[in-house]
């Protein structure tokens, strides 16, 4: 089971999260239920905009990808992404540090 304690929490206040935040990780661990499940929504430049990419799965094994959604501008994309944190953290998620792109 892999121990997730060295990494920082962030805000849990949805609404603080900047909308620049590209690549929020969601965590959910219950060692006593074996449980380690982790969410990814990440915004990223195409030839054409922005595209919110989906990702989720069980720590250290497969994660499946949800096909990428297309905005226009980043602040198009950031309205999908807070309502994937609030419906995350909602069925006991915690939101990590963000990972260096």
């Not at 999908?80 to 944190?85: E, F, P």
């Amino acid at each position: 089971m892999p121990s997730r304690a060295s990494a920082p929490e962030v805000a849990m206040d949805v609404e603080a999260l900047r909308p620049g935040l590209r690549c929020p990780r969601l965590e959910r661990v219950h060692p006593g239920k074996d449980e380690a499940r982790f969410y990814l929504a990440s915004s990223q430049p195409t030839l054409s905009g922005w595209a919110v990419e989906r990702s989720y799965g069980r720590m250290g094994r497969w994660q499946r990808l949800i096909p990428p959604l297309p905005f226009g501008s980043l602040e198009e994309a950031w309205p999908l992404v807070r309502a994937i944190i609030k419906r995350r953290l909602r069925h006991g998620y915690r939101v990590m540090e963000p990972e260096q792109v």
